[in-house]
């Protein structure tokens, strides 16, 4: 299974992002089935849309990882749903700062995420790695990119897609205190596990490809 | 313009529910142009919906604000968007506790509030009263009755709609130790300010119906 | 009983301080039995100290209660000790922002609060107010100006004295996003039954004047 | 020098207490000229103390540094003061939960350590450890240690000592959603380099053995 895991350049005044630290450590690497490819995706409105639809292009992946930073959360999240909303409290890496304009004037309210992500938080905590499903990606340039992402791909795509919000490094909470922070080797390895159950899914998971979740049993 | 107005039962243990305190005070009153009728809802997944639907065709509002408890939140919380998705951490009041199933099988992911969410926001910060925007409204029977309402009242509708969630009042926050509470009597003006802008929103500015924020200008 | 109460003046940018808005409308009245006599103090290393002993000598006041702000604690705090140590985040409004520095060169670590403390706290709860013992009254001028007051009465003191932070009121909380508050009422109520338990006390229970807790039963 | 490290037992339900996890790592080692010995105590009020006292008569340490868990912090804690008293939330391991006696009951109100603990905390900043000064030890077994532990030493003992908390274990974390870790390989490395701290200054500084901070320069 073809992956492409994309991360982000720092913001906010950071050195570092550790989404892209941890996307650049698994690029051209297999990870239980899963053959990844790595993209830095500017932090920027609009612009990171334009890098991801590029490299969809090139790499026709069967599955999409969106990596990015949330400061301060605890745990790996993964998130549940993109919001056709821009609301940034902060300005981009180019001085954008939108307040209350969709990413897609002609796109639905929002789209679920089809990864599985009940299984992966599972997998995570049973490992000893916390993780936790996220209802919210932000307004910022996550969201924003989640949303292109899953818009781009459509509701009929057999892609996989999805975004996973990870915490701090320890070296970026020594400047915010108080903040929860989380190894890179650690989160390194709840992103590859993530990667494992995408990889045994496509075997043994009959795929729901419906942008929601499953009917009512 | 008349307005439902929505409180829920208390649940989880609690004695007192603030989104109905509000609501049973403003009841039968009119505030600023807006004549409000006040419904009670049970805190249960599926009848919270029926007994919402029971009330629109009766009272045939032209805005409906739903409220609901939000412990913890330090402030009046205007929501963005109810999620198609039942996802709940505790069971409802019937015992109910639905994990990971959507509020409607054939409807979309989500649907924006058509409350004029800033402008709410903005007038009560004005008036010294602790206000934010949220974009999640949770798992729980506050957020299925909120898709629930957009559903039923669909795209096309002109009427207004939304779900506002309030903190705990100080009695409650008393049993959990460290949350933010707010007085009824704060909330209650909140909520008041609130029906305010719907009630000069009707007469002063051109109304998006569309579910969805306004196109980038 | 004649109660000194004293409350700062407003810092941090801050246009209001809950803790002399309570003292100033408790100045002068009687509440359950405590004469009220009130003191604004600055918020000032040093002269807050200065101010509160010329206050004692020309009060000379059975029990003093000072009240500080404590942003971002969402109930009223009996403060349990007070430290020998001013250690400032931020200036004071002198400009003065001491770091790892005694109170008092030759005092002890530290005293313990003489007011009843367990008391006060189950009254308020039992009000229905949040309220809260603390282990800590931070580093700042609140802390400063606790030490220099129980140091100054001393261990021998028949004064019942202490230190009780309240929360922003919620003109405060606007600014300062996802902040607890309390209605100034509220929490002027929470210092009046506070006092009530001083004014009881007088009268039924032996006092303790040894600066900390009682030996073990 | 000789440095004694203790780690409490698990409790609360835990299977594991990272504090121990660390000492036990680092027993018998030699860290920067510092011989580590190492020793577990009970997490049960007086006989942790009891324990303790045993272990100073046998190391005879020239430091002493005693680590407890603090689940919830994100940081490494460095405490600043012991206080005189014993307030449990929570039963310790024998079933004991004091409420509002002293540890000792002839003791004053606290000690402040005797750690430098500025320097530790820029060192740990330094190197991208989150490290922070912490005011309150808490109530429970580990704050009755440290003020057994100062209290034992006295005020005239050249025996450096103190008190460092430290989160918990990510794989701790998984049961306690929102909740900060810290991977148990940097609260190693972070404690390694407390005592490093110790070990230089046995050769640079002037020592303080007032058990409170240097006067004002």
């Known amino acids: 299974m073809r992956v492409l895991l994309t991360g982000f350049e ?7 992002n550790p989404s892209w630290e941890v996307a650049s450590r698994l690029a051209d690497r297999r990870v ?8 830095r995706l500017p932090t920027v409105f ?33 998130e549940r749903v993109a919001l056709n909303l821009d609301e940034a409290r902060i300005p981009d890496n180019k001085g954008q700062q939108p307040v209350e304009i969709p990413v897609e004037p002609d796109g639905p309210a929002a789209y679920f995420t089809t990864l599985p992500v009940r299984a992966i938080v599972a997998k995570l905590l049973a490992a000893g790695i916390p ?16 949303y292109g992402l899953m818009h781009h791909l459509g509701q009929a795509t057999p892609v996989r897609a999805g975004f996973i919000h990870v915490p701090y490094l320890p070296e970026q909470a020594v400047r915010h205190p108080g903040k929860a922070s989380m190894e890179l080797a650690t989160t390194l390895r709840g992103i590859e596990m993530a990667l494992e159950v995408l990889g ?3 075997f043994s998971v009959a795929q729901t490809t419906t942008g929601r979740p499953a009917t009512r049993q």
Chains 1, 2, 3, 4 share one sequence.
């Open 46 to 78: 609009g612009a990171s849309i334009a890098c991801l639809r590029t490299a969809l292009e090139r790499y026709r992946p069967q599955a999409v990882v969106c990596l990015g930073e949330a400061g301060g959360r605890a745990a790996i999240s993964i």
């Open 200 to 202: 045994l899914e496509q």
């Open 131 to 146: 993780a936790e499903i996220s209802r919210t990606a932000g307004g910022f340039v996550c969201n924003h990119t989640f």
């Open 10 to 16: 720092p913001f906010a005044g950071e050195l570092v």
């Open 32 to 39: 239980s089935g899963c053959a990844v490819m790595a993209e």
